[in-house]
């Protein structure tokens, strides 16, 4: 699922902790999960605005859960305001969802003053060798310059939207014609896809302006 390979590139393997400010990991996550139901043919965007197509719902449940409230409170278009509401818990519901298919597991840990703090993260070396791919196919089906599917432009495009490029490229530095082709990359999706990625991206710069202040 789209929103699970970015939760696997948008968190560090060892620690579980996210390589990016929370609230930019949270909107990149929600971007996903949009996502999923736009290449799943359930919604649609358009002008800024979120519209529904095909109320049946899909096999995923956690798609399903999103599509429900979608439906339920249609009369909210707005895609920015639905990247704000779905990225308060979406990393914990995609995190959740990694959990039940055993690619990450829980691992709570004492902090200061008593507290303790959960995180969700590959503890075995299977489950880190299929974290670290999430990023690695991406970097080489790139640099190969290997035709993407939708679903793999949108994922390119929520890691541009979120700042997390450097990260997919590590230890590419000697490819830069890579940066040049992502504008056109992402300017080939499909209308309501490039749509999402531009709200996402100008949501977080909004989000993490906001956090400076």
């Known amino acids: 699922m789209l929103a699970d390979q970015y939760y696997l590139i948008a968190h560090e393997d060892r620690t579980g902790r996210s390589r990016l400010h929370p609230r930019a990991t949270g909107l990149g996550l929600a971007a996903a999960l949009l996502s999923e139901l736009v290449l799943e043919g359930r919604i649609g965007v358009s002008e800024g605005d979120l519209f529904i197509i095909d109320q049946r719902p899909p ?3 956690l798609a399903h859960d999103i599509l429900d409230l979608l439906c339920a409170q249609s009369q909210h278009r707005d895609v920015r305001t639905w990247l704000a509401f779905l990225a308060q818990d979406s990393a914990l519901r995609v995190a959740e969802r990694l959990m039940r298919v055993g690619a990450v597991e ?3 840990r004492r902090r200061m003053l008593g507290t303790t703090q ?3 993260m590959p503890n075995t070396a299977r489950q880190r060798n299929a974290a ?3 990023s690695t196919r991406i970097a080489n089906m790139l ?3 290997m035709d ?3 679903a793999d432009r949108m994922l390119v495009g929520i890691v541009v939207a979120t700042g997390l490029t450097r990260h997919v490229m590590y230890g590419f530095e000697n490819y830069p014609h890579i940066y040049h082709a992502l504008p056109g990359m992402i300017a080939s999706l499909p209308n309501d896809l490039r749509e999402l990625v531009e709200c996402t991206e100008s949501s977080v710069g909004s989000a993490l302006t906001v956090g400076r202040r």
Do not use: I, K, M, N
């Open 148 to 150: 993407l599917s939708a």
């Open 118 to 120: 959960t995180l969700y």
């Open 106 to 108: 829980a691992v709570t």
């Open 132 to 134: 670290a791919w999430a």
């Open 59 to 61: 096999r995923d449940a």
């Open 143 to 145: 640099v190969r310059g």
